[in-house]
């Protein structure tokens, strides 16, 4: 296991290589700055549209679907604003444990892909994959942020369509990752007039991808061509590379549970429970894993809320577990198969792995939520990692 420190790094230009903390100072205090402000700029213009609603409907009485669709969307993206912030403060903390692995850096794409297809289709954009094999060393919680994040980007920008790729330099042979999308039309552009990118590609998910990868180690590169973004990653540690200055002792064979204390901090779960006991249980057990959190009173409230994308995980209270719940999960588990779902049983004491279930759900007894939800759901998200 190897300890990495990365302190907010500075950005003089769209290509970077991950620095020490510490040079720098006054660029890196420029930096952290103008991330504060870019924070508190972009979670106030979504509350202050989400109060504006709130004061017409004080005011009438009255909101309509469409009026309230769009309320959840704002106060949605201030929250989201709201856990990156949290996790940049982690990166400049400067005590992020790293624990090195061997991944499969195509199948790991693959999952997350996979996984949020439902987002995508509903966005109306197209994922054109072109992978070919690729085995890195990198901390597997580390990437997974850094490609859902890759992901949130493209989306939060693509015209019609993501293209990925994976493949290997020729020299040095180091895996590459690049993202490229249209972010306007083309014929925008086709005059070559418009030159720069817009600036919504530096919006704090940008900044998020860039101290990831920084804080892996790992090459990052932007380029705007015409109305084309690409994002290349490149991974220095690639397995069957000779990677100096990297022993076997800072190699994990196979996943091990990182040593960060918040090593899945952004990862989104849905509870489906109606008593309000039971949702301040589940809340207080997760509080400090920094996730992102949503509860519904039923099995078909979490249809609804699964229909335009998957969160994570689902948690459920038995007593919303039946039929109508097990088509459901049989309906997710055939899009994803390391779906995560975990049901909290009424009474006992027991931690029941999904593994041993035999119906592919974890079980955990009312009476150890408190000590064993949060483990239970660190191990279960592990898995799909």
Request: glycine share 6%; hydrophobic share 40%; aromatic share 6%.
């Amino acid at each position: 296991m190897e300890t990495s420190e990365s302190g907010l790094n500075p950005a003089a230009s769209n290509t970077a290589a991950p620095q020490e903390p510490g040079l720098d100072r006054p660029n890196h205090n420029e930096r952290w700055h103008e991330l504060m402000a870019q924070i508190g700029a972009e979670i106030a213009a979504p509350l202050t549209a989400a109060l504006e609603r709130i004061n017409a409907l004080t005011s009438t009485g009255r909101i309509d679907r469409h009026g309230l669709r769009a309320l959840r969307e704002e106060v949605e993206a201030a929250r989201q604003v709201g856990m990156i912030g949290q996790q940049l403060t982690r990166f400049a903390s400067g005590r992020l444990r790293q624990s090195h692995e061997r991944l499969q850096l195509t199948e790991v794409l693959k999952g997350v892909l996979s996984h949020r297809a439902r987002e995508t289709q509903a966005r109306g954009i197209m994922l054109k994959p072109t992978l070919k094999p690729a085995e890195v060393i990198v901390d597997a919680s580390l990437l997974f942020s850094l490609l859902n994040s890759t992901l949130d980007w493209a989306l939060a920008n693509a015209q019609s369509q993501i293209e990925f790729t994976i493949d290997i330099k020729n020299w040095p042979a180091n895996a590459r990752l690049a993202c490229r999308f249209a972010n306007r039309p083309f014929d925008e552009s086709s005059n070559g007039a418009l030159a720069t990118a817009p600036g919504n590609l530096d919006s704090l998910t940008w900044r998020m991808i860039e101290q990831t990868a920084w804080t892996m180690g790992l090459l990052v590169d932007r380029k705007q061509e015409g109305p084309a973004s690409t994002l290349t990653l490149e991974f220095p540690r690639t397995a069957g590379n000779e990677m100096e200055g990297v022993s076997a002792l800072e190699i994990n064979d196979g996943f091990s549970t990182s040593a960060n204390s918040q090593p899945l901090a952004g990862s989104h779960v849905l509870v489906i429970a109606s008593r309000r006991e039971m949702r301040v249980q589940i809340r207080d057990a997760l509080r400090n894993m920094s996730l992102i959190i949503d509860f519904v009173n039923s099995v078909e409230e979490a249809i609804g809320f699964c229909r335009e994308g998957l969160p994570h995980a689902i948690i459920i209270e038995a007593i919303q577990s039946g039929e109508r719940f097990a088509l459901f999960r049989e309906e997710i588990s055939t899009e994803v198969p390391d779906f995560v779902f975990i049901e909290i049983v009424e009474e006992g004491t027991a931690f029941e792995l999904s593994s041993f279930s035999g119906t592919n759900v974890a079980r955990v007894g009312r009476e150890v939520v408190a000590t064993s939800l949060q483990p239970a759901l660190m191990f279960e998200l592990s898995k799909g990692i």
